[in-house]
């Protein structure tokens, strides 16, 4: 049973462009959050998503940052313009279950963008 | 917000020695969980304690859980080099979990 994989591990940006970055959920996870960390950080929820919802997005940036998780196909954080300050390690988590009694999650590797 | 605060933010001990962490959270909770992050890695789940258990054990791991006083602790004993790492808690309801600073443990071999 493969993991959370997400793609890709790394990813340069120069100022203006834009990251995408993906997420494929362990198999049967419905539920996808992405999580921002800065260097020597812990995470910062940013959003949790359903298959073709979005559940809580308080954590994410108003502009230039978006998140779907379609019926098919894997989970896409996108961050148009990128700026300097969006250099991070973006980490992805799925469960089976959401809130509830039990919310264990399970992480992907991380995307480490850099944006020169 | 159900962040919980880890404490200490670094602990430094010998190989073979026990390492003790602990969280302090602020709002009710359904369990609460820790993970462990290796360096430049996602996070890996490591045990989860429920609102109505006390301590729970899971091989070298032990936690504990005291939510009168909305705090738990996170006790590695024996502690080798490859536990080093830094670990989060995460109290958990029915929102999102939300991880704090973490506490950065190194064990020395």
């Known amino acids: 049973n493969a993991g959370v994989m997400q793609n890709p591990r790394h990813l340069v940006r120069r100022r203006g462009q834009e990251a995408r970055l993906r997420c494929s959920p362990m198999k049967g996870h419905s539920h996808v959050y992405w999580y921002r960390q800065l260097p020597e950080e812990g995470l910062k929820f940013m959003v949790y998503l359903q298959k073709e919802n979005i559940i809580d997005e308080s954590g994410m940036p108003k502009e230039r940052f978006s998140a779907e998780f379609p019926k098919e196909g894997p989970s896409i954080l996108r961050i148009q313009q990128v700026v300097r300050g969006d250099s991070a390690a973006y980490f992805c988590?799925?469960?089976?279950?959401?809130?509830?009694?039990?919310?264990?999650?399970?992480f992907g590797p991380g995307t480490r963008l850099t944006v020169l | 917000s159900q962040q919980g605060e880890e404490d200490p933010q670094a602990l430094s001990i010998q190989e073979g020695e026990n390492a003790t962490m602990n969280c302090s959270y602020k709002t009710s909770i359904n369990n609460l969980q820790w993970y462990r992050q290796n360096s430049g890695r996602g996070l890996v789940h490591l045990i989860l304690?429920?609102?109505?258990?006390r301590e729970k054990h899971s091989g070298r791991l032990r936690v504990t859980l005291d939510t009168s006083k909305k705090s738990s602790s996170l006790l590695i004993t024996a502690s080798r080099a490859a536990d080093t790492a830094s670990y989060f808690c995460a109290p958990s309801g029915n929102t999102p979990l939300v991880f704090g600073k973490g506490t950065r443990l190194s064990v020395i071999a």
């Open positions: 304690i429920r609102s109505n258990e």
């Open positions: 988590a799925s469960s089976s279950i959401a809130g509830g009694q039990d919310n264990e999650q399970f």
